[in-house]
């Protein structure tokens, strides 16, 4: 089981491989624990990280809905760019892209393997902490530009 300054750490390497830097780290850490994790001196959810996931999956949709709007894109075309890019397929890539899987501490019952869907979840918890540790859409942009996931495939 991993301590808490190990944790500190792979905030730190998230933060450098967003571009942002969490003002309560201790956000971030809760975006890189899975469900069934429990870490002295982190506060302990039932669901892990999955609360922030639900908090990154409406921002990462407001963000390229916003995105599409103030493109003057069609609904259409934004709908498409929302399924490609907000597809729990494309974000479990996206983290595996950035190395984001080797940050993440997984319940011991899987024994160290990061599932697509852990990915992915890890990928939308990692955007809505830096929502809730900013309170901005517009502090989460560059953090989805750094990912890819700002605009059209």
């Not at 949709?61 to 929302?82: C, D, P, Q, W």
């Not at 950035?98 to 993440?104: A, I, K, R, T």
């Amino acid at each position: 089981m991993p301590s808490f300054s190990s944790l500190a750490d792979k905030v730190q390497t998230a933060q450098l491989t967003l571009g942002y830097t969490f003002d309560n780290p201790t956000i971030g850490m809760g975006a890189l624990v899975t469900p069934g994790v429990a870490l002295p001196g982190l506060p302990t959810r039932m669901d892990g990280h999955k609360e922030l996931a639900l908090v990154g999956d409406a921002v990462l949709k407001l963000a390229l809905t916003l995105a599409g709007y103030e493109a003057g894109r069609s609904r259409e075309v934004t709908s498409n760019i929302l399924q490609t890019k907000a597809s729990n397929v494309n974000l479990a890539l996206v983290g595996r892209r950035m190395g984001l899987d080797e940050l993440v501490i997984v319940n011991p019952s899987q024994a160290g393997m990061v599932s697509d869907k852990v990915m992915a979840n890890t990928v939308e918890a990692l955007i809505g902490a830096v929502y809730m540790d900013s309170n901005s859409v517009d502090a989460v942009r560059p953090v989805l530009a750094a990912m890819g996931l700002d605009g059209p495939a």
